[in-house]
């Protein structure tokens, strides 16, 4: 069964840093465009970062950008997203989720995605 399963989540400081992890099963993770979303209370689900099957390259929102970076590891069909200088406004459930497509600059709509993880939580308050 294809399965996404999120993890490392938590209560963190401003200015602290996350790390997320996203462990694939029931397919090979190399071969779809994998990305993070999140979705804060009362707000809409929106992209975070992602890593594109057709060339392979990472792409981010503009207000993760330079804070956050999304890697992949192959050999254990696992995706991470380092999050440092983490931001109140950072807040929100995180999510995994994949496809075998790629929609370029449309990347970030959650409408274009077909696996999705349960989500991991992520409260940066003091």
């Known amino acids: 069964q294809v ?20 462990a694939a099963s029931g397919f090979t993770l190399n071969y779809y465009t994998i990305g993070w979303f999140r979705q804060a209370p009362g707000k809409e ?10 060339d392979g390259s990472a792409y981010y929102a503009d207000s ?7 890697s992949r590891d ?6 991470y997203l380092q999050m440092n200088s983490l931001k109140p406004e950072d807040t929100a459930v995180y999510y995994c989720a994949a496809t ?3 929609y370029g600059s449309r ?4 409408h274009r995605m077909d696996y999705w993880g349960k989500g991991t939580p992520v409260t940066v308050s003091s």
Not at 48 to 53: A, G, P
């Open 3 to 22: 399965q996404l399963v999120e993890s490392g989540g938590g209560l963190v400081q401003p200015g602290g840093s996350l790390r997320l992890s996203c």
């Open 45 to 54: 689900r929106e992209g975070v970062s992602c890593i594109s099957r057709s």
């Open 64 to 70: 993760v950008k330079g804070r956050f970076t999304m």
């Open 74 to 79: 192959n050999a254990k069909n696992t995706v």
């Open 100 to 102: 075998n497509g790629w």
């Open 107 to 110: 990347w970030s709509d959650p």
